[in-house]
């Protein structure tokens, strides 16, 4: 069987073998219309709406095709221009019928069951959502809580929070868990930025209190291996996860290079959570990345990094990621509790 992931390849390549212009684009809207489909192509009876109407008889026989090989034979017929290239940026990707086929595998992994809604952003920073419209979204989930996350001033390229901006945030989370608190519980956290050494955006002083995520934003196209600089982060006092390890963007960049053995074996030794990033277009970690992280005995975030209520869902895309990989709910900390990050962060104000 040809599958989306197969005929969307098929169609980036395609795209790239033309020079800029309309061909190009209708080839490149398609290619992500089938990425993102719910159901295997080879199976429906229609085309994705979102595809480009010119690019429909090429789709439709591309889709005919019963094996990958007469896949790429016709595809070499289609070719533009240029060859037709594989890029390492769209690989270890799950399209969206291979997450929802993940997730309805019966892994043990039942999004339904998660508690906790973690790695989200509000119009503090960069999200679209107020405070309150992103909770009451994770409680409408069914979460019994939540971790707020929006960026810290250091990165440059958004508009993250001061030490006054944290403080009213804080204020902000505690007026809701005295109201609400009993439907979903906040917990206040804050996306840090990690340094070119390794340090963190945000002063010591700032920390307690928080839950700390921290990610690299910044040199994410440098070639040289990062592994001095994230095991720097993790040994940073008040970290929680290290976020979308990689900062890879699918079909953009691959993100940055490390010996992830050492730094998710630095992870487990400091009880760092390793968050799986299920924003469709960041999937970071891949499958094969979270099988090294289990295997070096970490456990693991689940986030969405929603900027916007409708994005909560990416969390099952985290889920399909880590059901990938083999990894057991106990392992999740989004599946525990609220108790079990009580015990472990005493400095947290909790119920
Ligand atoms: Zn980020
Ligand atoms: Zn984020």
Redesign the pocket.
């Given at each position: 069987m040809v599958t989306n992931a197969d005929l969307a390849e098929a169609l980036f390549q395609l795209a790239e073998s033309h020079p800029a212009g309309d061909l190009r684009l209708a080839l490149l809207r398609t290619a992500y219309a089938v990425f993102d489909h719910p159901r295997e192509l080879a199976d429906a009876r229609r085309l994705p709406e979102a595809a480009a109407l010119e690019v429909m008889p090429a789709l439709a026989m591309l889709r005919s095709c019963r094996t990958p090989d007469a896949l790429w034979a016709a595809a070499h017929r289609l070719a533009g221009p240029n060859r037709l290239r594989a890029s390492p940026a769209r690989q270890g990707f799950l399209t969206a019928a291979e997450a929802r086929a993940a997730i309805a595998s019966g892994t043990g992994l039942d999004h339904r069951q998660l508690r906790g809604a973690a790695?989200w952003?509000t119009r503090a920073s960069d999200g679209a959502g107020t405070l309150e419209a992103m909770a009451r979204a994770c409680a409408r989930r069914g979460a019994a809580w939540g971790v707020v996350?929006d960026?810290t001033r250091g990165l440059a390229c958004v508009n993250g929070l001061d030490a006054e901006g944290v403080a009213m945030q804080g204020a902000a989370v505690r007026a809701w868990n005295h109201r609400h608190g009993d439907d979903l519980w906040l917990l206040h956290g804050l996306?840090a930025e990690i340094l070119e050494d390794g340090t963190l955006d945000l002063p010591r002083r700032a920390r307690s209190g928080v839950l700390l995520v921290a990610?690299v934003h910044t040199g994410l196209a440098d070639r040289r291996d990062q592994t001095g600089r994230l095991l720097r982060a993790i040994e940073e006092p008040g970290v929680w996860a290290l976020?979308h390890p990689r900062g890879r963007l699918f079909a953009r960049r691959s993100g940055v290079r490390a010996n992830w053995e050492v730094v998710f074996g630095g992870a487990a030794a400091a009880g760092v959570l390793i968050e799986i990033n299920g924003f469709p277009r960041r999937q970071d970690l891949d499958p094969a990345l979270v099988t090294v992280a289990l295997e070096r005995g970490c456990s693991f975030l689940l986030a969405s990094?929603a900027h916007h209520p409708r994005h909560l869902a990416f969390e099952e895309t985290a889920v399909a990621l880590a059901a990938r990989a083999g990894v057991s709910a106990r392992a999740i900390v989004n599946f525990a509790p609220l108790d079990h990050i009580a015990a472990a962060r005493p400095d947290l104000d909790l119920p």
């Open positions: 790695h952003h996350t960026h996306e990610a976020a990094d």
